[in-house]
């Protein structure tokens, strides 16, 4: 087992002794774990293949589901990728440094492993002045997977990142809780309209408004498992978010929604069976269970959005069987909160008439 070196920052001002530190660790093909506005990742070099498979193991991570490479300044792109269309250029303006990947043609500086031998390659600057100060100070890209292990929900602060990680991996940046809360949007720029494989930060309506047209992979809003053949991006076939409990989501009309959710709750506890509901502010006074967690306001789909993660742990770490989650509007953040519920729940999906 390693020793895992815990470095809390400022997330503000973070210092930079502490981030050289870091730097140091990555330069020397080392696995440091960092915040950034969505959620931590697990850096290593990305020109490097050695760290990148070293990444791979200490996540427990397939090979065939490639990490994001993250730079500090669109200026770096140009050396990691074949061609950078009009539409990237376009994208790069306007969401950048923030939660956007955008997947290129890869040039022949990224290392097979990085790219899971396809060949695109997934970039993103975020809009974290830690993970920025840590990419400036290691002189590389940095492949940054989330900072869980593989098919566990992501890790919001740095706490979560130790529970999975501790011993694995070099050291932990500390710089609190991520502010975005689910990871970014994936967009596939090699197609034409360009095709959003994973829904995440940046919204639909916002890509809509700048791109004109853009689609949505039909995984995106997927209610069951896809066939191998439509699969195009390695991270849609494995699972993902699954807490040890079985999540349950229940999708219809918000009453019925509230009303199936109790009616499953109290058939599970006659039995002795523990259940925990991942309510919203609107509806948790209506649930008794063993454990009631609220989001947020259903009003407010980026609170839901920052807590989801977070809550999923706390609930599965109550050790219920069951977690019974409510259907929020698929709009704005909704989006990428259904789709993570969704593959949490492993398409145990029930519809409330
Ligand atoms: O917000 C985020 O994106 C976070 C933070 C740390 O930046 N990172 C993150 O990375 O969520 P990860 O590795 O957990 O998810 C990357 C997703 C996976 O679904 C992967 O399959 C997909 O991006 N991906 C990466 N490279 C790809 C490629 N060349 N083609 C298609 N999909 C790709
Ligand atoms: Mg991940």
Redesign the pocket.
Known sequence: MKQTLLLKVNPKIPESTKIQIAAEIIRKGGLVAFP?E????LGADALNSDSVLALFAAKKRPLD????V?VASPHEVPRLVQEIPKKAELLMEQFWPG?L?L?FKHSNLVPQVT?AG?D???V?M?KHKVALALIKASGCPIA???ANLAGKP?PTNAQHVFEDLNGRIDAIIDGGTTSIGV??T?V?LTVDPPII??P??ATFEELKRVLGDIKLHPFVEAQKELPLEKI?????KHRHYAPKAQVILVEGDLEAVTCKIQELAQSYMVKSVKVGVLATDETQHAYKANVVKSLGSRFNLPAIAKNLFGSLREVDAENVDFILAEEVPSEGMGLAIMNRLRKASGYNIIKAE
């Open positions: 950034t969505t959620v931590y990742g589901n490639p990490p994001i993250h939660p990947t997947l790219t396809l695109t390659v997934a993103r975020p940054a997977p989330s992501s990871e970014s994936v596939d494989l994973r995440g930060g195009r991006s390695p991270g849609m």
